[in-house]
C-alpha cells in the first residue's frame, strides 16, 4: 500500500509561516506529479500546488505568490513553504500523488491560523 505521509502542520499567527513535507515512497516520486490540495472545514476539497517530476509547477490563483512548492529528488520529499498566511488559509493540507488517472493520498496535516 501507497504511503504518504505529511508533518509540519501546527498552530501559527497570522502573517506567519509553515513548511509542510511530505515523504513518498521512491517508485512513486520519481515518476508521478504531486501536489498539495486542502479542505477548510464545510468546504470542499481544492487544489494548492502541483509540481511534475520535471519540477514545473502550478499554483492556485487565490495564493497571489504566498506559497510555494518544490522537491528534493535525495529525499523523496515534497515541500510546501507557506508565507503571510491569513486566517482563511486555516485547513487540512493533503500531499497527492497522480500519474495517468492514478491518484495517491496522505493522511492530512492541520494547520490552523489564527487572526
Known amino acids: 500500500q501507497v504511503q504518504l505521509v505529511e508533518s509540519g502542520g501546527g498552530l501559527v499567527q497570522a502573517g506567519g509561516s509553515l513548511r509542510l513535507s511530505c515523504v513518498t515512497p521512491a517508485s512513486i516520486f520519481t515518476i508521478y506529479k504531486m501536489g498539495w490540495y486542502r479542505q477548510a472545514p464545510g468546504k470542499q476539497r481544492e487544489l494548492v500546488a502541483t509540481?511534475?517530476?520535471?519540477?514545473?509547477?502550478n499554483y492556485a490563483d487565490y495564493l497571489k505568490g504566498r506559497f510555494t512548492i518544490s522537491r528534493d529528488n535525495a529525499k523523496n520529499t515534497v515541500y510546501l513553504q507557506m508565507n503571510s498566511l491569513k486566517p482563511e488559509d486555516t485547513a487540512v493540507y493533503y500531499c497527492?500523488?497522480?500519474?495517468?488517472?492514478?491518484?495517491?493520498w496522505g493522511k492530512g496535516t492541520l494547520v490552523t491560523v489564527s487572526s
Open positions: 509540481i511534475t517530476s520535471g519540477g514545473r509547477t
Open positions: 497527492n500523488a497522480e500519474r495517468s488517472g492514478t491518484t495517491y
